[in-house]
T-cell receptor, first 114, second 113 residues
Framework: QKEVEQNSGPLSVPEGAIASLNCTYS??????FFWYRQYSGKSPELIMF????GDKEDGRFTAQLNKASQYVSLLIRDSQPSDSATYLC??????????????FGQGTILTVHP | ETGVTQTPRHLVMGMTNKKSLKCEQH?????MYWYKQSAKKPLELMFV???????ENNSVPSRFSPECPNSSHLFLHLHTLQPEDSALYLC????????????FGPGTRLTVT
């Protein structure tokens, strides 16, 4: 079982729609959760982080965390063609030898078409 | 300069060469990281430095040698690499080692011939 799993996609949505990206993780010791956006040929850019159960909103982005289900999601409202990228989910454990280590999923490719 | 910078942005080297990658963070952070991103594989952690002390070596071959002279600078020394080491090498930093968000530099695209 992969530590962090994402559907690789591609996920295709029309401009203006809501894009929903999902991620599950296997380690119940995970405490910090991140979403990065990576354009082709570029480095990952942090767009959201969440530590507590529930929703966190920032502009058009909403991160949702459910620790009981080991599930974290990212919603992008009013999707724009410029949102087309690979979205990486990453988690950090609370302690142990992996403390501070970002573990990434494979990424979901999102395409927003006009 | 702002954020995290890396040089060079692109590097082509032969298997017998020795080269170094440089990373500098301008965020006042105390932890720095090297990650590797290969095609079709998730980003994977290589090394972690906290307050200039290496705290994790994620089973990386000895042909990769990190160095952290101070909390703002991080190097990755490369020698006798293999073609399978060709990848995007990313530096990141965070406020402290732990649960904090990490910010990435632009990366060095390395090709080993």
């Amino acid at each position: 079982q992969k530590e962090v799993e994402q559907n690789s996609g591609p996920l295709s949505v029309p401009e203006g729609a809501i894009a929903s990206l999902n991620c599950t993780y296997s380690d119940r010791g995970s405490q910090s959760f991140f979403w990065y956006r990576q354009y082709s040929g570029k480095s990952p850019e942090l767009i959201m982080f969440i530590y507590s159960n529930g929703d966190k909103e920032d502009g058009r982005f909403t991160a949702q965390l459910n620790k009981a289900s080991q599930y974290v999601s990212l919603l992008i409202r009013d999707s724009q063609p410029s949102d087309s990228a690979t979205y990486l989910c990453a988690v950090i454990r609370a302690g142990g030898t992996s403390y501070g280590k970002l573990t990434f999923g494979q990424g979901t490719i999102l395409t927003v078409h006009p | 300069e702002t954020g995290v910078t890396q040089t060079p942005r692109h590097l082509v080297m032969g298997m017998t060469n020795k080269k170094s990658l440089k990373c500098e963070q301008h965020l006042g952070h105390n932890a720095m990281y090297w990650y590797k991103q290969s095609a079709k594989k998730p980003l994977e952690l290589m090394f972690v430095y906290s307050l200039e002390e290496r705290v994790e070596n994620n089973s990386v071959p000895s042909r990769f040698s990190p160095e952290c002279p101070n909390s703002s600078h991080l190097f990755l020394h490369l020698h006798t690499l293999q073609p399978e080491d060709s990848a995007l090498y990313l530096c990141a930093s965070s406020q402290e080692r732990g649960l904090y968000e990490q910010y990435f530099g632009p990366g060095t695209r390395l090709t080993v011939t």
